[in-house]
């Protein structure tokens, strides 16, 4: 068990959890190893689940703004959707999230030339077209964000088909907060990942 304590960087630990201001943060984050193995899994995260992909308020927006730079890049069943019902859908927890293709895959999603699939929203980032990477929900994964009234909670998701990301991870030491760096940065800041890192450090003096 981690110590009790508060410094001046406004963050602490709390049993098995990390207070960052209003985050109350998992200590699997730095306990668990991840790194993606697209190799392996060939980007099944994209085509399996039973919901679309969670969105922020002012993503559907986004995606609605997206989806001219991106409807040549979908195939038609894709686009058969999302003439349908369009980018989003209320789930049944009330939240927006991404229309998906037959109760699972996103409808954003479209297959390389290798078999994997992919996001064709980042895709078309890379390429310089928009400055949208994909869904914050996506970019975070394995980390899910769960928003209460007074704090918002940051836990790590496991899920079957991310075990081989688990294992190469593992094989490279590389705890899940460093494999999300650029993720968390864009959810929750520069001054909020540097209290992240020290808590890391605080918590291999610890052990």
């Known amino acids: 068990m981690p110590p009790l304590f508060w410094g001046g960087l406004g963050w602490g630990f709390l049993f098995f959890m990390l207070q960052i201001d209003d985050t109350i943060v998992s200590l699997e984050l730095f306990d668990r190893k991840f790194i993606c193995d697209l190799a392996t899994c060939k980007g099944q995260c994209c085509v399996e689940g039973e919901e679309g992909a969670p969105l922020e308020p002012d993503e559907v927006e986004k995606l609605q703004d997206v989806l001219p730079l991106v409807w040549d890049t979908l195939p038609e069943r894709s686009r058969e959707v999302i003439q349908d019902q369009g980018v989003s859908y209320v789930d049944r927890e009330g939240e927006d999230v991404t229309s998906i293709v037959n109760g699972d895959e996103c409808v954003f999603v479209y297959t390389d030339e290798n078999g994997y699939a992919k996001c064709a929203i980042e895709k078309a980032f890379l390429e310089g077209k928009t400055t949208f990477r994909k869904p914050i929900s996506c970019y975070l994964y394995p980390v899910r964000v769960d928003r209460y009234r007074f704090y918002s909670a940051v ?25 999300l760096k650029d993720p968390l940065i864009q959810k929750f800041g520069y001054d909020w990942y540097a ?11 610890s052990k």
């Open 155 to 179: 836990n790590y998701h496991r899920w079957h088909i991310c075990f081989c990301a688990e294992e190469l991870g593992q094989k490279e030491g590389v705890p899940v907060y460093q494999f």
């Open 195 to 205: 209290q992240l890192e020290a808590a890391a450090k605080e918590l291999e003096k």
